[in-house]
């Protein structure tokens, strides 16, 4: 379907009174979801607004009981994954991972989503990604989950979790093996080197600033029997571990075709309408190039 055309669903019919979205988080005025979305807009002939809203932790809940009938829907980020999830009724995806990303509000009813992981599979879809076997993920948080979560749903079998702290890792092992992953080794993040296994995908779910210190003695020995490199970040705009796998000529995706790929849902949820992952990925480029 072309962008601009509408769906089946009715969404798009709410358009008259309640097309109002934005963006929660806290920060919040780094995001480049408005960028996205406004794109969207304009290519499905929308007159929508998208804005950017900043929530401190613990205060989701008391700013969407302050909202009033022409909101239609808000893209969360972080600190407010997790709090997102009590706001309504989450979808099987949010339920899984324990973290939701979009509120879509319908009437009476509020509605959550988690689009980063189908979001994930859609980024690496669009670097010809479509299988994943094994996978090494750095850190073990909440973005972690989905991006495991993503990766079983395209074939992952082996895992390797490096994390800087045991208990969220050990965490993640249990989740990735409760979805069915065969094997999930478990090891610290430090300055030293780990010899690993050759692996289909290193994943880095770090910001780059707190992941530099262990490029150079740790990360860059795993490059040489890497097949592609996915470093989920992309503000701060530092991508230290995309640039040394771009030095060894591999396949990169980054946190913004994830960005993109979460937000076609999302864009989808909200409106009704379909618009295409390279015109959201486009806007978010432009966007990028002007700050």
């Not at 989905?146 to 992952?156: H, Q």
Request: glycine letters at 8%.
């Amino acid at each position: 379907m072309t962008p601009g055309a509408a769906t089946a669903n009715t969404a798009a019919d709410t358009a008259n009174t309640a097309n109002s979205c934005a963006v929660v988080g806290w920060p919040a005025a780094h995001s480049l979801s408005p960028a996205l979305h406004r794109a969207g807009y304009a290519a499905c002939g929308l007159d929508w607004t998208f804005t950017t809203r900043d929530v401190p932790p613990g205060g989701l809940a008391d700013f969407v009981a302050g909202l009033d009938g022409s909101w239609r829907g808000l893209a969360v980020t972080m600190p407010h994954k997790e709090a997102a999830l009590a706001l309504g009724t989450p979808d099987e995806v949010a339920r899984l991972v324990g973290a939701a990303n979009t509120v879509v509000f319908d009437a009476d009813t509020v509605r959550v989503y988690n689009t980063d992981v189908p979001g994930a599979v859609q980024a690496l879809a669009a670097h010809g990604i479509h299988t994943v076997t094994d996978a090494v993920i750095v850190g073990a948080g909440a973005t972690a989950r989905s991006l495991v979560a993503a990766l079983a749903r395209i074939g992952l079998q082996w895992l390797i979790v490096l994390a800087r702290r045991p208990e969220p890792a050990a965490a993640l092992r249990d989740f990735a093996l409760s979805l069915g992953v065969k094997g999930v080794e478990v090891a610290e993040l430090t300055a030293r080197t780990v010899p690993l296994p050759p692996t289909d995908l290193l994943v880095s779910t770090l910001p780059g600033e707190a992941l530099t210190p262990y490029i150079p003695e740790h990360l860059s020995d795993l490059l040489p029997d890497v097949g592609a490199v996915f470093d989920v970040s992309y503000d701060p705009w530092e991508r230290p571990l995309l640039e040394l796998a771009s030095a060894f000529g591999m396949p990169t995706v980054d946190g913004l075709d994830l960005l993109a790929g979460q937000a076609v849902s999302q864009f989808q949820l909200f409106t009704g309408y379909e618009v295409e992952f390279d015109v959201l990925r486009n806007a978010g480029l432009a966007a990028l190039a002007e700050r």
